[in-house]
């Protein structure tokens, strides 16, 4: 029976491709586990909305300190954007193997690594379009 909840929370994989430093040419695919939430239609909606009003303030003549203060504020953005999704993770560890406990500080500094923002971004995109589970029928 469908249940339908108003905070649905799941557990989804996130894989995540880096170049592969023993191979040239190559790529090494790493997966870990996010629990994303889903959010609101009206919420989505407005986080885009404000993403596009900082995309808009971008001018041809903005001095390059302008533009990098402008760069810092999208993504502060995004940061809080995945943040508010994200409710924990799995399966994600140090260079030394020890557990990454889940916490603002370390999602900032996990987040800071573009593959893994882009790894993040794609594993929810797929998620709430559910583009994974169309592909395989």
């Not at 586990?33 to 986080?47: G, L, N, P, Y």
């Not at 003549?61 to 953005?77: M, N």
């Amino acid at each position: 029976m469908f249940k339908l909840v108003d905070n649905l929370t799941f557990w989804w994989p996130v894989k995540v491709y880096e170049p592969n430093p023993s191979k040239t040419g190559d790529t090494v695919e790493h997966v870990f586990e996010v629990e994303f939430e889903i959010i609101s239609k009206d919420e989505s909606r407005a986080s885009a909305r404000a993403r596009r009003a900082l995309l808009e303030e971008i001018k041809t003549d903005l001095t390059d300190v302008e533009l990098e203060a402008l760069q810092d504020k999208i993504d502060l953005h995004d940061l809080a954007a995945m943040r508010r999704v994200v409710r924990n993770w799995r399966k994600i560890e140090s260079d030394a193997g020890e557990a990454i406990p889940f916490n603002d500080q370390t999602f900032a500094a996990v987040w800071a690594h573009r593959r893994v923002q882009m790894a993040l971004v794609r594993a929810y995109d797929e998620a709430i379009t559910l583009e994974k589970g169309r592909a395989k029928n």
